[in-house]
């Protein structure tokens, strides 16, 4: 899999890495949701998905910790298609929520990175 920067930074060749993480939510998220929908025998026929990443300033953001600075900010939408009732297009709505990318995303993350040396 190739992942690439747009011009000028770069050739443009791939999907930049936020182009992946937000494909990661999106196919989570509706994989979740279609998940939970087959289980209770819904009518859901299709999940869409789509996401938009953006920085936005600490100061802007009322539910956030952080107060200074930039933060990323993901908007996501989520259309149910379906012959489904407002209980369960909410239910859904909630079940979203529980994919384990957004609660990754979500929650503190820890990375611990180690350097491999090769042998000559």
């Known amino acids: 899999m190739l992942a690439d ?9 791939g999907p930049t890495p936020y182009d992946l993480l937000l494909a990661a939510l999106g196919a989570c998220t ?3 949701v279609r ?3 087959n289980k209770k ?8 998905v789509t996401l938009r990443h953006t920085r936005i ?6 539910e956030c910790e952080t107060t200074k600075g930039l933060i990323s900010h993901i908007d996501r939408t989520i259309e ?6 407002d209980t369960q297009r909410q239910r859904l709505l909630d079940i979203a ?10 929650s503190e ?7 491999v040396r090769l042998r000559a």
């Open 41 to 48: 025998g819904w009518p859901l026929e299709r999940v869409e």
């Open 57 to 62: 300033h600490a100061e802007d953001c009322a």
């Open 5 to 13: 920067e747009p011009r000028p930074i770069s050739v443009d060749a």
């Open 35 to 37: 998940m939970y929908a």
């Open 97 to 106: 929520d529980r994919c384990p990318v957004h609660q990754t995303l979500t």
């Open 109 to 115: 993350v820890n990375i611990a990175t180690s350097l």
């Open 30 to 32: 509706s994989m979740t």
């Open 80 to 85: 149910l298609v379906g012959d489904l009732d």
